[in-house]
């Protein structure tokens, strides 16, 4: 298995998935400061492209997940990208929504170009409804426990401690969460 992201921080995360990264040269990419990747310029998505490509042609299954908040997704897959790719292979593009990350991806249905099946599945989380409840509620339990201190049965909330502080909205009767503090 192998991925690739546009954030070079992203590499220690996917080895320790087992998969291997893919690594492209786009120069400085960065991400924001809530960890999401930053918009490439053009001249680096045709660098990400020419590399895709590459990678696309030798694989079974491509799953593309790019999206830009507020604007549509970027394509990272081109026709001559699918055209590349063996006959049976299938790419799930879960951007569909918002645009699609895979030129000829159609929203709500799958298509075929050249024996490469694309799949195109609108509110995808709808269709593992069961999975993602039972991961999201696994998730949350891990982070309850992980603050609560079962000995004095009380959390212990660092306002300083970088998950605390994305997750708190507010603390000793005050807006704390800087995010919401704008929206006032």
Known sequence: MEAF????????????????????????????????AKELTPQQLVKQREGMKK???????????????????PVIVTKDMVAAMKPGSVIVDMAVESGGNVEGS???AEVEVNGVRIIGLGNLPGHVAVHASQMYSSNLTNLLESYWDAEQK???LNPEDEIIKGCLITHGGQIVNETIKKLK
């Open 5 to 36: 992201d546009t954030r070079p921080v992203v590499e220690e995360q996917v080895h320790s998935l087992g998969a291997k990264f893919v690594k492209i040269d786009l120069g400085e990419t960065g991400q924001t400061k809530d960890g999401y």
């Open 55 to 73: 990678v696309c042609a030798a694989s079974d299954i491509v799953i593309t997940t790019a999206q830009l908040f507020g604007r549509k997704a």
């Open 106 to 108: 159609t929203l709500d």
């Open 154 to 156: 009380t959390f212990k």
